[in-house]
């Protein structure tokens, strides 16, 4: 997954559910902006890849960003 090129608003939004869950306090709200935001990615952009991929591969790069570089 790490051929594809994550927009910066996309990985923000990844970025602030991991670290509401590492709290305890991960919100539908926040959760539903990522899922969101990765379907209209994922419809906007041509990816070949499917929406779980994506979401995958983003979670990837957020929560163990040293296994991608």
């Given amino acids: 997954m790490s051929d594809i090129d994550f927009p910066d608003d996309l990985i923000a939004l990844e970025r602030a559910a ?34 779980l991929e994506v979401e995958m591969g983003l979670k990837r790069i957020v929560r163990h960003p040293a296994a991608e570089g």
Avoid: C, F, P
Avoid at 19 to 48: K, M, N
């Fill in 18 to 51: 991991w670290e509401e869950y590492q709290a305890g306090r991960l919100t539908v709200a926040t959760a539903t902006a990522v899922h969101e935001g990765i379907v209209e990615y994922v419809a906007r952009e041509d990816v070949d890849a499917t929406r």
